[in-house]
């Protein structure tokens, strides 16, 4: 059981480019998330998915968009990446029936200059 | 005003002491409240809930309180492993069954031998 698995764990872009981060879960979970975390900024919600063939912005989804491919998979995709992208990237997971508690992958770490 | 404040740190203690962390959020209709841990470059992970009545788990106590709107986090004895970012995190009002979190931006605890 991998749980929330994320691809790739690094990436540097030029700005301009454009790039799909991946998410998958084998829990079979309902929901999952997107996040971005910043140096002195909590995590931010990009976008979510509260179940499959569902999708709802969150708090900063300017610039990104996701698929909800099925219901392991959630994919968020940069069409032009900037500057201001360079982020930590966490995909999060979620039974509803089993409470509020996020189950997080391990992470993205993207660079764009 | 930030929806979930947190006092970033670093605190710096020896092993055995007792440290708190207070959190504050702004929403007075909040629904849920966490604490995660989060390791250096690591996913976040669940530590505890935070429920009305407070709730202990071992070395951790976390408590709530709703008039003063903030909730609270103590470790006694902190031990090396202890180091970390605690998160503290909330479920707010009108996020229906979304499970959508809101995360402060985290307190850094160093504990030193």
């Known amino acids: 059981n991998a749980g929330v698995t994320q691809t790739p764990k690094f990436q540097v872009l030029k700005t301009g480019q454009s790039m799909t981060l991946q998410c998958a879960q084998d829990m079979n979970h309902n929901s999952m998330y997107w996040y971005r975390q910043d140096p002195g900024m909590g995590l931010r919600l990009i976008y979510y998915?509260?179940?499959?063939?569902?999708?709802d912005k969150g708090e900063v989804p300017n610039g990104y968009n996701v698929s909800r491919l099925n219901k392991r998979e959630f994919s968020l995709r940069l069409e032009s990446a900037a500057p201001s992208q360079t982020s930590v990237y966490f995909c999060a997971s979620r039974n509803p029936a089993r409470g509020r508690e996020q189950y997080f992958g391990p992470g993205t770490r993207l660079t764009v200059t | 005003r930030k929806e979930v404040e947190q006092d970033p740190g670093p605190f710096n203690v020896p092993e055995g002491a007792t440290v708190a962390f207070n959190c504050t959020y702004s929403n007075s209709a909040s629904q849920s409240f966490f604490w995660y841990r989060q390791d250096c470059r690591k996913e976040p992970k669940l530590l505890m809930s935070v429920y009305s009545s407070g709730n202990e788990d071992g070395r951790f106590t976390a408590q709530l309180n709703r008039a003063s709107q903030y909730i609270s986090l103590l470790i006694r004895d902190s031990k090396l492993s202890d180091s970390a970012t605690y998160l503290c995190v909330v479920n707010p009002s009108g996020s229906g069954n979304t499970g959508k979190l809101i995360f402060g931006q985290g307190t850094t605890l160093q504990v030193k031998p």
């Open positions: 998915s509260a179940s499959e063939g569902t999708t």
